[in-house]
């Protein structure tokens, strides 16, 4: 078994490369990389002549990978320590002593020029196999004592402790770290979390602009929500999420950083609290009630269905189980939405918020009618067939009745493959409900993904494809060890057999 899991894993592993990388060459490759300025509240603002367009533009580009940039001053600056006589002017010298300069970078480094003001600046065009390598090569950082490297303060302190810190507790407390908490214990689930190790998905852009891609689906949202913080130097009331306390160098400090946190402290960066659930919170919610409720109707639907077959019961609930498997999936959410909104249910998640229980109702009923039909015909197939297996006509020969025979022995084994396809199923329904939090503006991540799409927030739309690869492939992993803690009898090996 260990070894069918290390090879799972293994394959798992190969698979959320390729999936991720073929996302990402396509998304960088084929979509116009000037789409994501329409989004970009900033760029009309700033951009209102040709030479600061240029800059803006080539700016952000340097930001998302696309390219290598050298503005006027950052291409004098580094030229100069070939020639130190260069200047930012214009001139032919110069325009030979940059010519030569980046002739020596090489790598498809081109010396340009603004339109109005015609000063040099310099760019490259960054290969996508080299950009491909560099979001793996900083996916997973791992945060220790040398993660700061900050000048302007050659006095800090580095060091991993234990302690019993005043703001939080106990808990592995860091100096030199990105992170000041790096191990720590709260009420909230899962209880225990860390930050020695982190998924860097790249920054968002142009919505939620230059946020961490991962800060954007696990932070809350909403308005800020205050409470009472214990801050090092006492306790007050604030909207600061104590926990996410992040190394900000002391000459950026302000009166508020010091009066929170004492002169000496430089952890003094931090996210809010929030309102209401996160992304990642708020589909997960609203996801496993529709498969609660997926499977509150299949399983006891199918197993009568199987059991009374050929019935009248059993064909009228064929019928509807087709025609709500053949009904398309928009005109089943426009019907529920309409029944939903007459019997006075929001009809868009914002109407009521998160803070309401209604807001959820909807959502989770249509996805869990989405699948229902399926899992319900699926179920009746399976137990239809183990009816005509050998232990079932034994126990029938043993005197069992037909009830006994369905709940002890029929619908028992039933449950190995409907327990192996829960984790998928999970999954399933948390990244499959893209069009019904879509219609129903619920701020979950299958929205976030449509918007981002829409948005041409390319980080974002990788990211949300890795996370969802990773959770998709590691379920069904999760699924087949399920199967083999239900029924003892199934042994995972690289043959797949007993």
């Known amino acids: 078994m260990k070894k069918y899991i290390f090879m799972r894993i293994l394959r798992s592993l190969v698979s959320i490369f390729m999936v991720t990388t073929l996302t990402y060459t396509i998304i960088y490759t084929m979509v116009p990389r000037k789409l994501i300025f329409k989004q970009d509240p900033n760029y009309n603002k700033i951009a209102t002549t040709p030479d600061k367009k240029t800059n803006y533009e080539n700016t952000i580009f340097e930001r998302m990978g696309y390219i290598d940039y050298y503005d006027t001053k950052e291409l004098q600056e580094k030229a100069s320590k070939e020639n130190p006589s260069v200047t930012v002017e214009p001139t032919n010298a110069n325009k030979k002593i940059y010519e030569a300069y980046i002739k020596k970078l090489g790598r498809g480094w081109k010396l340009q020029q603004f339109k109005e003001s015609k000063q040099f600046y310099a760019t490259r065009e960054v290969p996508v196999y080299e950009r491909v390598l560099g979001f793996y090569g900083n996916l997973i950082q791992i945060d220790h004592t040398g993660a700061v490297k900050d000048a302007s303060n050659p006095n800090l302190k580095r060091y ?4 019993n810190d005043p703001a939080i507790g106990w808990s592995v407390v860091g100096s030199g770290t990105k992170h000041k908490y790096l191990l720590y214990f709260n009420s909230q689930f899962p209880f225990i979390h860390q930050n020695f190790v982190r998924l860097n998905l790249g920054t968002s852009y142009p919505t939620y602009a230059n946020l961490p891609v991962l800060q954007v689906i696990s932070q809350g949202q909403g308005q800020t929500q205050t409470s009472e913080v214990q801050f090092p130097t006492g306790k007050k009331t604030s909207s600061v999420n104590i926990y996410t306390r992040t190394y900000k160098s002391p000459k950026h400090a302000d009166v508020r950083d010091v ?5 000496d402290d430089p952890y003094t960066a931090t996210e809010s609290n929030y309102q209401y659930p996160s992304m990642l919170v708020s589909s997960s919610i609203v996801g496993l009630i529709g498969l609660a409720l997926s499977y509150l109707i299949a399983v006891p639907l199918g197993s009568y269905m199987a059991r ?14 087709t025609f ?13 939405r309409l029944i939903g909104s007459a019997i006075g249910l929001p009809d868009s998640f914002p109407i009521l918020g998160a803070g309401d229980w209604r807001s959820y109702v909807l959502p989770a009923v249509i996805l869990g009618l989405l699948s229902a039909p399926w ?11 183990l009816q005509s297996q050998d232990f079932v006509r034994f126990a029938r020969a043993k005197g069992l009745s037909e009830q006994e025979i369905s709940n002890k022995h029929i619908f028992k084994n039933a449950m190995v493959p409907l327990v192996s396809s829960i984790p998928g199923a999970i999954i399933g329904v948390i990244t499959g409900a893209t069009l019904t939090e ?4 619920f701020p979950g991540m299958g929205k976030m993904l449509i918007d981002s799409v829409k948005a041409s927030n390319n980080s974002m739309v990788v990211g949300l494809v890795f996370i969802f690869t990773c959770l998709s492939i590691f379920a069904l992993l999760l699924g087949d060890i399920l199967m083999t803690m239900l029924d003892p009898r199934i042994k995972l090996t690289s043959k797949g057999g007993k």
């Open 308 to 321: 009374f077959k050929n019935t009248l019961f059993d064909s009228i609930s064929t019928g509807a189980l």
């Open 324 to 336: 709500l498997m053949s009904l398309p999936t928009i005109a089943l959410v426009y019907i529920i």
């Open 375 to 385: 899992t319900a015909v699926w179920i009746r197939r399976y137990m239809i067939d």
């Open 259 to 263: 009066a929170n946190y004492g002169k």
């Open 438 to 441: 879509t219609i129903f503006a």
């Open 160 to 163: 991993l402790r234990i302690e």
